[in-house]
């Protein structure tokens, strides 16, 4: 079944603990980004990744890293969680080279992130 | 720098047509999505409109006219199971980033 994965699905943490979010695909997709959703400003980009080891910011990646060691892999890191850090996380992937573009974000379940 | 302006809330009952409304300023269009998530759920995507026009997808139509920078989703047949909320989303493609509107929740009554 094709499908993008994301573990923890609910973390609970305090400020300052170092936390990663994994995410990965099974669809052999180029493209993979993190999103975070807050009420009332639908989602917004925090990193995408085109290929691997080739990342880049998206509008909101202040207090985020990434990396892309493998295709399939996008883990998301937070090395010192703030309490505005709280926010529900998805990642997606998608395939947007040539005749496999069809536009089409592929999520994940999401992860609830509560930083206290 | 990038804006989307949609409703914030739609009301229908069941059977019913609705459109909802989407206008975007960016700086490098490169095509135009709709995404559903229901409460506590993943968007999952519905449409994808890289050029003007109509796309249709069984219920569900979206149409772009780039030199207005304005789409729409529309639904027709409506189901409870539509009630949720709908994103859509501005691909810039010189970059590859996606921006999101606020998203409009559609509510379905019977």
């Known amino acids: 079944e094709a499908q993008v994965t994301q573990n923890p699905r609910y973390l609970i943490t305090v400020t300052g603990k170092k936390l990663t979010v994994t995410c990965s695909q099974n669809?052999?997709?180029?493209?993979m980004s993190w999103y975070r959703q807050d009420p009332g400003l639908g989602l917004r980009q925090i990193y995408y990744?085109?290929?691997?080891?080739?990342?880049d910011k998206g509008d909101v990646p202040e207090g985020y890293k990434v990396s892309r060691k493998e295709k399939r892999n996008f883990p998301l890191i937070l090395e010192s969680p703030s309490p505005n850090q709280t926010s529900l996380y998805f990642c997606?992937?998608?395939?947007?080279?040539?005749?496999?573009?069809?536009?089409?974000?592929?999520f994940g379940e999401g992860s609830r992130l509560t930083v206290l | 720098g990038q804006s989307l302006e949609q409703p914030s809330e739609v009301t229908a009952v069941e059977g019913a047509i609705v459109q909802i409304n989407c206008t975007y300023q960016?700086?490098?269009?490169?095509?135009l999505s709709w995404y559903q998530q229901h409460d506590g759920g993943a968007p999952t995507f519905l449409s994808y409109?890289?050029?003007?026009g109509l796309e249709e997808t069984g219920r569900f139509s979206s149409f772009l006219s780039r030199s207005d920078s304005y789409g729409y989703l529309l639904l027709q047949e409506l189901q409870m199971k539509d009630s949720a909320s709908y994103f859509c989303a501005v691909r810039d493609g010189d970059f590859n980033k996606f921006y999101f509107g606020s998203g409009t929740k559609l509510n379905v009554k019977p």
């Open positions: 669809m052999n997709h180029e493209y």
């Open positions: 409109n890289a050029l003007d």
């Open positions: 997606a992937s998608g395939a947007f080279i040539g005749r496999a573009d069809t536009g089409e974000l592929f």
């Open positions: 960016t700086s490098g269009f490169y095509g």
């Open positions: 990744s085109m290929n691997v080891e080739v990342t």
